[in-house]
């Protein structure tokens, strides 16, 4: 049985392109649309540059496999039936995985000269055979719905193309060479400067003085710079208003939504995907999920995707589960212009898509990467929540931008950032080991001569209100901020030449400033005893003039903050906020428990993935429709 009808594959004679009669005809033919659906998929089609099925699949008047059967009556080709008879292995080994990827196409059987090759687009298989002209057999097409030829590749070299998504970065910067071993040596040294601070303790508390000065002037520096360049960047857009023409021609785009135990989130995420207004041909969704997560699994089973949502499946190898690793496996598998990140608690704005293609369309070619703003959708849930939301808003909407108008490394958030997916493979994706994957990316895009620019777009989170799980998320940032600091310093003569001067001690006050500022905070509180007249370990190493100077630096510091903070906080939405400023010293000070849970994590286990639970807090009508 097999063998007959693998023969009538065979023998099946594709249609000549000039006598085919045209898709549209051939559903309408068969009544499953009717003729005003298919004068409006034409028109679509005129500006949205998609194939007519994809936009009659993705306005939900048929389904795939309606398309994939009137496509088989329009070309006289086959369909292949995967569950019945899988690709063959062997086959496969014709060409490498990089082939089958590129094409969307997989070799489906064998029989004697001929090979029966399974694509989703027939009008691209000339591309296809020519790359097989050397293979020894007559190629021939049979179609098959791409999610299926995708499923196929990721299950036939599941283990090739999950050791690539550990290693797609170069080695030099990459922390992946961090065995048990090598950190050895760095735990041995660490050890000896705090024996050497107890054997000496004044010295090592004027040494720790001197460093807690340092990273506090390094990070209002930092900070400082991004309010100037915010508030340059605002008087240039209020003399030059930028006009916002038309996108051009639409790209396709593609989002990755890594997802990993996810029980409460999945179904929310589906709902804030589809008030998305992008063409819903031109988007490409996919679902990262861990192979072992039968939590997310199980709870997307009984959810509905539609068509332009899919997912992938991250098979499990070396023990390693990190959201980098998982979006470097599907990496392969996004076939957009542009490749987005959104978290799995994300709410983008409805346009925030049209708004990156229009960016991106017209900005200069070395911008490789957008990066959205992130907002909190529970800012009211609590005190903690009011200020994350305050922390988040002064960073995304006034430092972050400041620097990136000064061209300085922008770190980028873990969400809402878009790429030129040919220079994202370029680079190599993302380091599989490092636990803050996004702000190393954009120091490595940043090494390589690109730029990174602000979009004027905006995602809502949920604000981490609880007390032990914002330590787990902070110090999970704080230990990516030190791996990422430590692997790019291997070399600082090399980063300074790829970087350029500002760039370069932009990084050092960005992660020495953040990291110093949270490890040696205690001893910046003992300066307080002092300046109340109280008694202070720190009686004996400062003048009167010392202290004064220092007590300068932190109303500076403090001024500068709070300035940013009431800035952020300005817009009419977000005023109720303004109050709530003056107090956010107090909300820090737990921070410096995430800081030694991450210097103590990046000794022991810098590789683990302290994951934070989402679905804890109501969504409130905050957001913009």
């Avoid at 490092?434 to 777009?457: C, H, K, Q």
């Amino acid at each position: 049985m097999v063998e007959l009808n693998l023969h009538h594959f065979a023998q099946a004679a594709p249609i000549p392109a000039r006598i085919r009669k045209p898709l549209g005809a051939c559903l309408v033919d068969r009544g499953l649309i009717t003729q005003s659906q298919l004068d409006e998929a034409l028109f679509m089609q005129s500006w949205q540059r998609s194939p007519l099925g994809e936009i009659l699949v993705s306005e939900g008047w048929v389904d795939r496999q309606d398309v994939l059967n009137a496509l088989s009556d329009q070309t006289g080709l086959q369909i292949a039936d995967f569950d019945s008879f899988p690709p063959s292995p062997e086959l496969c080994k014709i060409k490498p995985v990089e082939f089958w990827l590129t094409h969307n196409v997989i070799p489906w059987q064998r029989i004697g000269p001929i090979l029966l090759v399974a694509t989703a687009r027939a009008d691209l298989f000339p591309d296809v055979r020519g790359g097989l002209q050397d293979a020894g057999f007559t190629v021939m097409p049979v179609l098959v719905a791409p999610d299926q030829i995708d499923k196929a590749i990721a299950q036939l070299f599941s283990e090739t193309l999950a050791k690539a998504a550990e290693t797609r970065v170069d080695p030099d910067q990459s922390c992946r060479s961090w065995t048990p071993k090598s950190r050895v040596g760095s735990a041995a040294v660490l050890s000896g400067i705090l024996l050497s601070f107890a054997a000496f303790p004044m010295v090592g508390l004027a040494i720790l003085v001197a460093a807690a000065v340092f990273s506090l002037i390094l990070f209002a520096c930092f900070r400082l710079l991004g309010l100037f360049g915010f508030l340059w960047q605002a008087a240039m857009r209020r003399a030059n208003p930028v006009s916002s023409g038309p996108p051009g021609v639409l790209p396709r785009v593609s989002i990755m939504v890594p997802l990993y135990k996810e029980r409460e989130i999945a179904g929310a995420l589906i709902r804030r995907l589809q008030r998305l207004t992008y063409p819903k041909a031109l988007l490409d969704v996919i679902l990262v999920l861990e192979e072992s997560d039968e939590v997310t699994r199980a709870t997307l089973a009984g959810v509905d995707l539609p068509s332009w949502i899919r997912s992938v499946e991250v098979p499990e190898l070396n023990g390693l589960t990190t959201k980098p690793r998982a979006m470097n496996f599907a990496l392969d598998f996004c076939r957009g212009d542009i490749l987005g990140v959104w978290d799995a608690e994300d709410a983008p704005q409805p346009d925030q898509i049209e708004r990156v293609a229009r960016h991106f369309a017209q900005a200069d070619e070395n911008v490789v990467c957008l990066q959205g703003v992130l907002d909190y959708y529970n800012p009211r849930t609590n005190w903690r929540s009011r200020c994350f939301t305050i922390e988040y808003n002064g960073w995304f909407r006034v430092v972050l931008q400041g620097i990136a108008r000064l061209g300085l490394v922008v770190p980028l958030g873990g969400t809402t950032f878009f790429f030129r997916r040919d220079k994202l493979l370029e680079l190599g994706g993302w380091d599989a080991h490092n636990v803050t994957e996004d702000a190393d990316l954009g120091v490595r895009l940043s090494r390589a001569g690109y730029r990174t620019e602000i979009v004027d777009t905006a995602t809502y989170e949920e604000a981490n209100f609880r007390a032990w799980p914002w330590v787990k998320q902070r110090s999970r940032w704080l230990k990516g901020f030190m791996v990422t600091y430590l692997v790019h310093m291997r070399s600082p003569l090399k980063l300074l030449r790829d970087l350029g001067i500002l760039r370069f001690l932009g990084v050092q006050a960005f992660f020495l400033g953040t990291v110093g500022q949270f490890l040696l905070a205690p001893v910046l509180w003992l300066f307080w005893l002092t300046s109340f007249g109280l008694p202070s370990p720190l009686d004996p190493i400062l003048s009167r003039s010392m202290l004064g100077a220092l007590v300068a630096l932190f109303l500076i510091a403090e001024i500068t903050n709070a300035a940013v903070g009431f800035i952020a906080v300005s817009a009419r939405e977000r005023r109720f906020l303004l109050p709530w400023v003056p107090i956010m010293p107090l909300y820090f000070p737990l921070g410096v428990l995430a800081a030694y849970k991450a210097l103590w994590e990046l000794v022991l286990n810098p590789f683990f993935w302290d994951k934070t639970q989402h679905g804890q807090a109501i969504e409130e009508d905050m957001l913009p429709q």
